[in-house]
């Protein structure tokens, strides 16, 4: 397989689950912001943004002035923002296009498709009334192509590297989320152990949609230290990050088959996950909560580079 083609699916993945994540993350700050006053609500969209890794880029167009209306559609729409939704379905109908010789035409059918539609959505100023229909449009259009992916790709390196992609990027957002927790979300340690801590908690559970399976498995009980087990060590909830890492290694294993041996990552990857494989959350909260996040989010940076490094994307 060409590089560029793995390139092509690689990130024609990642933009897409890019884009949804972002499109999750303000609604999870739009919710808490409407119940806080001016101050408070301007902290939680500061937090979303740091989230995302864009504060300076948002300071720079907008100075510090963190106003809900123009933080989402600085994340939604806006041309000096190439991390922006629409600059990510952008990007991921772009890399479609490079390789559509090796996606089904239903799953170019649901890029191009998205594309279209969050185009129309996007090409005016968002204002509050139909925020929920836009991020409910771009969760939509992402659940589609994800479907036209998982039920019409055969099991080969396209679609190994498309998957790698949405793993590489989906862990890379959880992890990101939770670690802002501690960091932007709460006004003062004072805070933490609140209603207002447990209530940051929940809105962290609803940026990953987990929420409802957190509370089947708990008997609905919110607490700290298990809600950071399920988003870190839970192998059965689809955005933990030790699922993400056990689907990195299986399509990484996929590859190994396809091509006859294994490379660089392999080994890289089978030291992460026995990591998780060997970590409890009291280990975890011994070795704190924030190094372990930080240490995922290098490993899973250095997973990505060696990817592009082993296929040889740009050859």
Request: charged letters at 25%; a neutral charge.
């Amino acid at each position: 397989m060409l590089g560029r083609t793995a390139n092509g699916a690689f990130w024609m993945a990642r933009y897409l689950e890019r884009a949804e994540n972002t499109a999750r993350l303000i609604e999870a700050g739009f919710r808490m912001a409407l119940t806080r006053d001016a101050a408070m609500a301007h902290a939680e969209w500061r937090s979303v943004i740091a989230t995302l890794g864009q504060t300076s880029g948002f300071e720079a167009a907008y100075g510090p002035d963190y106003a809900g209306e123009r933080v989402w559609n600085f994340l939604l729409r806006d041309k000096s923002n190439p991390g922006s939704v629409l600059a990510q379905i952008e990007g991921a109908r772009t890399n479609a296009r490079g390789v559509r010789t090796a996606l089904t035409r239903e799953v170019w059918e649901a890029i191009n498709e998205a594309w279209m539609v969050l185009k129309d959505a996007l090409a005016r100023p968002v204002r509050e009334p139909a925020l929920g229909q836009v991020l409910a449009a771009i969760r939509r259009q992402a659940t589609q192509v994800r479907g036209a992916l998982d039920g019409t790709m055969l099991r080969n390196e396209n679609y190994n590297f498309t998957r790698l992609g949405t793993f590489i990027e989906r862990g890379d957002s959880t992890a990101r989320i939770l670690d802002v927790k501690y960091y932007v979300l709460l006004p003062s340690l004072a805070w933490v152990g609140s209603s207002l801590d447990n209530v940051q908690w929940e809105s962290v559970l609803r940026a990953v949609s987990g929420e409802r399976a957190y509370r089947w498995l708990n008997a609905g009980v919110m607490d700290p230290k298990g809600i950071a087990e399920f988003l870190l060590l839970d192998r059965r909830f689809p955005r933990s990050l030790h699922f993400c890492v056990d689907k990195l290694r299986s399509n990484l294993a996929g590859l190994a088959h396809q091509y006859g041996h294994e490379a660089s990552v392999h080994e890289l990857l089978r030291g992460l996950g026995t990591r998780f494989h060997e970590t409890s959350i009291e280990m975890v909260f011994e070795g704190g909560l924030h190094e372990f996040i930080q240490d995922f989010i290098a490993c899973n940076q250095q997973v990505a580079q060696a990817i592009e490094r082993d296929y040889r994307f740009y050859k």
